[in-house]
């Protein structure tokens, strides 16, 4: 297979040797399970976390006589993958078998696709600061899990667990056009939110659902393509992060030294941060793919494409071009605000609260700032918090229209998360007596009181007057927080004359 460069050299990213600039070229195959109850050849449950060899029907043992049944929901999974992928969908596609053997692939073959994919070529777009990158993928194909082999139960045996041996796999692979870890980590997490907001993949790395074969290789800029060691198996977007910077500088170490990169698998060692030799990989392994006999072609016709297509809901990139649109959001709010599905619904929720639309970027302030904070604590997202959007709304409808200011917002919230969790934040504000100050008379009684009792302080502010913040802040700290923030700064310049 001919490997086509699409990306043009980027000083930006290249890695600084000890004789120069190198560049990490990166691609990567990305195995998704695919959301499903049942396994991708047998009607056997694909529940996480069930005790060893209970998932397991005879189809996945491999019992003489057995025949495997196409799960017609997986085949709909991948397609719509697809075209969330932007990516063509073959009308045909083939099953074949992938010949090797493995005490935890009990057929002595892996169901997959090889020639004929039922996803062709599509994109993920990248926001990388200023800059947008699109990276290309070269194909999604459906294949079978493999079980697991467990080593650390016995001192002289090990154990084989088929739970997940027939699970559904997406195999999502990447062209090389990734030349950062930076950008590999975008990548998998963006990858992770499309899935997730299509429903295909729950994405959820530590327990095995999503994982990446990462393959690297280093070159002098512009260069040919170098030799790519693949990383097997990485299951979490910092650890990819770290193996690719690891991985790259011990190519270049190697190179540099004038010595030459071996072909090969390796393994990610987080405890140490460490790739380290697994197996030699100097030639292609032949499996012998020929195509499964037990399985008829897939075969679509366009109907078919278009009313998946129809149902498939609105992606990640267009809520966001929506919300920056509709809302008046900065590229860099929308984009943090789309990463969870879940978040941008609770978002628009609170926005939309009552029938009332609020200034979307005064929720976005709220809900990506305090509530955010107080979540990451808890070890949540903000959806799942108990903070409703009605109570967002709340806050930010009484700071509008001058019942609150904003400091006494950030006191209100604090009431909500930790004392009335479900209180209306209109009624604590009246219980609890914080409203804020309006009465431009008292608040020139206090302003009246603190110029008064600090005449060295006034001649301060005359002569640089962007020291009235002192007095600002004597002011708040004298009315308990609540005189109005511009009717006090008015009248404190007033009074000064400045």
């Given at each position: ?15 600084k ?24 050849f ?6 996480f ?31 719509r ?13 083939l099953f ?17 696709q ?22 290309g ?18 001192p002289?045996?090990?154990?084989v ?35 997730r ?10 327990q ?13 800029p ?25 991985e790259a ?17 390796r ?6 941060g ?60 929308a984009?943090v ?43 949540l ?38 004392d ?6 209109a ?22 009181e ?7 302080q006034?001649?301060?502010?005359l002569a ?18 609540k005189?109005n ?14």
């Amino acid at each position: 297979m001919t490997i086509i460069d699409t990306r043009t050299p980027n000083p930006r990213s290249f890695i600084k040797g000890s004789t120069g600039d190198w560049e990490v070229i990166i691609g990567m195959e990305v195995h998704a399970q695919v959301t499903s109850k049942s396994k991708l050849f047998s009607g056997a449950s694909t529940e996480f976390g069930n005790p060893p060899n209970s998932n397991v029907s005879f189809v996945d043992a491999a019992m003489p006589g057995m025949l495997p049944v196409i799960n017609e929901e997986c085949v709909r999974q991948a397609v719509r993958t697809g075209l969330g992928l932007k990516a063509q969908i073959n009308k045909r596609s083939l099953f074949d078998r992938k010949n090797y053997f493995y005490p935890d692939l009990p057929q002595g073959y892996q169901i997959s696709q090889y020639k004929d994919p039922i996803v062709g070529e599509g994109s993920v777009i990248l926001d990388m600061g200023e800059e947008q990158i699109e990276i290309g993928i070269e194909r999604l194909h459906l294949e079978q899990d493999a079980g697991k082999s467990i080593h650390d139960q016995h001192p002289n045996m090990s154990f084989v667990d088929l739970n997940r041996s027939g699970v559904a796999l997406m195999e999502i692979v990447s062209k090389p056009d990734l030349r950062s870890s930076d950008e590999a980590k975008a990548f998998l997490s963006k990858l992770r939110t499309i899935l997730r907001y299509l429903g295909t993949c729950d994405g959820n790395m530590e327990q095995g659902s999503m994982r990446a074969d990462v393959n690297v290789s280093v070159r002098r800029p512009g260069g040919e393509f170098g030799t790519r060691c693949e990383i097997k198996n990485v299951n979490s977007v910092r650890f990819a992060g770290q193996a690719i910077e690891y991985e790259a500088r011990r190519q270049i170490d190697i190179l540099e030294d004038g010595g030459t990169i071996d072909q090969e698998t390796r393994l990610y060692d987080p405890k140490t941060g460490e790739t380290r030799s697994m197996r030699s990989k100097e030639e292609a392994h032949d499996y012998r793919y020929f195509p499964d006999p037990d399985l008829l072609p897939l075969e679509f016709d366009d109907q078919f494409i278009e009313d998946m297509r129809a149902g498939l809901t609105e992606l990640p990139d267009d809520k966001k071009a929506r919300l920056i649109a509709e809302y008046g959001l900065s590229p860099y709010d929308a984009g943090v605000l789309i990463l969870e599905r879940e978040t941008a619904d609770y978002y628009e929720a609170a926005v939309a609260h009552g029938g009332k639309k609020r200034d979307g970027k005064a929720v976005a302030n709220l809900v990506m700032g305090d509530v955010s904070a107080f979540a990451n604590n808890q070890g949540l997202s903000v959806y799942q918090t108990h903070i409703t959007p009605a109570q967002i709304a709340g806050i930010v409808d009484l700071v509008a229209d001058g019942t609150i200011s904003g400091k006494i917002a950030k006191d209100l919230l604090q009431i909500v998360i930790t004392d009335d969790k479900t209180g209306d934040p209109a009624k604590i504000v009246e219980a609890r007596g914080m409203k804020q100050v309006t009465d431009t008379g008292a608040i020139e009684r206090v302003v009246d009181e603190i110029i008064a009792a600090n005449p060295d302080q006034v001649a301060k502010v005359l002569a640089k007057p962007t020291l009235i913040g002192w007095f600002v802040g004597q002011a708040m700290k004298a009315s308990g927080g609540k005189a109005n923030p511009q009717a006090l700064n008015e009248i404190l310049k007033k009074k000064l004359g400045l």
